[in-house]
């Protein structure tokens, strides 16, 4: 009778235990429940309250967005007009650049040719000064070479200069004589 005993009190004990824990996890999970709700609405009062503060910045941004975009687009348009101008004259100046030797060699070759029109003046009155020349061989032999030594040189360097020039005039793109 012991064991019988035993046996029903150990049941009502286990029975017991079994009710008290029913009743602690309905608790505890009672507990969670409510806790998740008030998470939920906490996060849905702060869903709410990020929407309201991106609707103000939508609504106060958007114009100042619209605004800084044209104004940057301007200021590319201008940039990229001052771009190509730049690049404009800068080729314009490599030209110049290019051809300024080239000048300057056909500027010399006309100042040649032009002393060598003035020595072909003026040597004659040199050679034969007066009404009547002074024919002696000496004089004449020696005016002579000086003047066929002078043109020679004068010929000489104009030669040189021009060829200068057409090399560098072909070197420039479009410039081919």
């Not at 004659?124 to 009547?132: D, L, Q």
Request: proline share 3%; hydrophobic share 45%; net charge neutral.
């Amino acid at each position: 009778m012991v064991i019988t005993i035993c046996s029903i009190v150990l049941n009502a004990v286990i029975g017991g235990l079994v009710v008290v824990y029913g009743i602690w996890l309905r608790y505890i999970i009672n507990e969670q429940l409510k806790s998740k709700d008030t998470a939920i609405q906490a996060l849905e009062a702060a869903i709410k309250l990020n929407e309201a503060h991106i609707a103000s910045l939508k609504s106060d941004t958007a114009p100042a967005i619209a605004q800084n975009y044209a104004t940057m687009k301007q200021h590319a348009n201008q940039m990229a007009e001052e771009f190509n101008g730049l690049s404009k004259r800068f080729e314009r100046t490599t030209t110049m650049l290019r051809v300024a030797p080239v000048q300057r060699l056909l500027s010399e070759s006309d100042g040649l040719l032009l002393s060598t029109r003035i020595l072909q003046q003026y040597l004659g009155n040199i050679m034969f000064p007066g009404a009547t020349p002074d024919f002696s061989v000496e004089n004449f032999k020696s005016y002579f070479d000086g003047l066929i030594k002078t043109m020679a040189a004068f010929n000489s360097e104009v030669d040189t200069r021009n060829q200068k020039a057409k090399e560098l005039m072909a070197a420039l793109p479009g410039m081919n004589l």
